[in-house]
């Protein structure tokens, strides 16, 4: 294996997203995920974003077929073994995380164990591990291909160096990075994930329709989509998710989920991903 090599653990929208740019930054990837189906779905979703590169003249033809050859689909964890860097973007459940880390810190003991986390404390993930200080936060945002931020989270253990070969990588795949602390929702979420929560009331309240909230928020602040688009291009459940993580952490009822989008969630109508959210998707 190259020194070079990145894993990737999860081939959901964001692991693809994530593995997508680092094959296209020259790294070779060792992209797992469970399941054989979802690792098919994400060869097929990378090779279409490729495309896309390819279309626009941004990327040639064979630059296209070099990036896909970087590219490793594997099942087993232990093929993670000998990475430098492990991104690790598996669904946000707390215990499957700490089991993920705790095995990824047994088996490569050298390597620096990133996670996407959107949520969940990267101080109490590094605690499961057996060199915390080699664990951090590399939040990528959806779409990850189009959007230039990461945000480099520190653990309370996280060292310095960590932090620096991440915000390096990070410049390497053409991004921006920002070094946050570990507090709940860092720094975009905490910010956005309110104002989508804010529109849900503005829906539930039945002051304005949900085309209306959108199109307020896309001509009124030149937002590039209006927040209950983007809730449903996030996930209403993730959006959920992390408002509950604003509650619990700070106890403070600003941060209370707006009943509406509760029931959303409840009723599987979680946007772009069910066909259903805010909007409705063909
Ligand atoms: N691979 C490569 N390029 C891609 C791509 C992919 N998978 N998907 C899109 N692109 C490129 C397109 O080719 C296009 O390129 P050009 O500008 O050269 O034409 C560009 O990206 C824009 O794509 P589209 O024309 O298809 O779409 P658009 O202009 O309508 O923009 C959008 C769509 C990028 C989603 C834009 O509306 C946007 O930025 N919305 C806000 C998204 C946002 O806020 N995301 C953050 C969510 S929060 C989060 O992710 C964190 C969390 O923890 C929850």
Redesign the pocket.
């Known amino acids: 294996m190259s020194q070079r090599t990145i894993g990737v653990v999860g081939a959901g929208t964001m692991g693809q ?1 994530i593995a ?1 740019v680092l094959i296209t930054g020259g790294f070779p990837v060792q992209l797992y995920d469970v399941a054989d189906e979802q690792l098919g779905r994400a060869q097929a979703a990378i090779d279409k ?1 490729l495309g ?2 390819v279309a ?1 003249e941004k990327l040639g033809e064979a630059e296209k077929g070099e990036a896909m050859a970087r590219l490793e689909l594997t099942t087993s964890l232990e093929a993670l073994r000998g990475c430098e860097v492990i991104v690790e973007a598996a669904p946000e459940q707390p215990a499957l995380k700490e089991k993920l880390f705790r095995d990824l810190s047994r088996l490569s003991h050298d390597a620096i164990l990133a996670s996407n986390t ?1 949520s969940l404390s990267l101080t109490r993930l590094a605690a499961v591990c057996e060199r915390p200080e080699r664990v951090v936060g590399m ?1 990528f ?3 990850v ?3 230039k931020l990461v945000e480099v989270i520190r653990a309370e253990q996280t060292s310095d160096a960590t932090v620096a070969r991440i915000e390096e990588l990070t410049r390497q795949l053409g991004k921006t990075p920002v070094a946050i602390a570990d507090s709940p929702g860092f720094a ?2 905490r910010l ?1 994930i309110p104002m989508i929560n804010e529109a849900a009331f503005l829906l539930q309240e039945g002051a304005a329709s949900a085309e209306d909230i959108d199109q307020s928020m896309k001509l009124g602040a030149a937002h ?2 209006g927040p209950l688009q ?1 809730a449903d ?2 996930g209403l459940d ?1 959006c959920l998710a ?1 408002m509950e993580v604003l509650q619990e952490g700070f106890g403070d009822p600003k941060y209370r989920p707006c009943p509406l989008l509760r029931r959303m969630v409840a009723a599987g109508y979680l946007g772009r991903k069910s066909g259903r959210g805010f909007h409705i998707y063909q």
């Open positions: 997203g997508q974003g896309k590169l626009k959107s939040h945002f959806n779409p291909p189009v959007l975009v979420n956005l590039p989509m983007l291009l996030i993730v992390i």
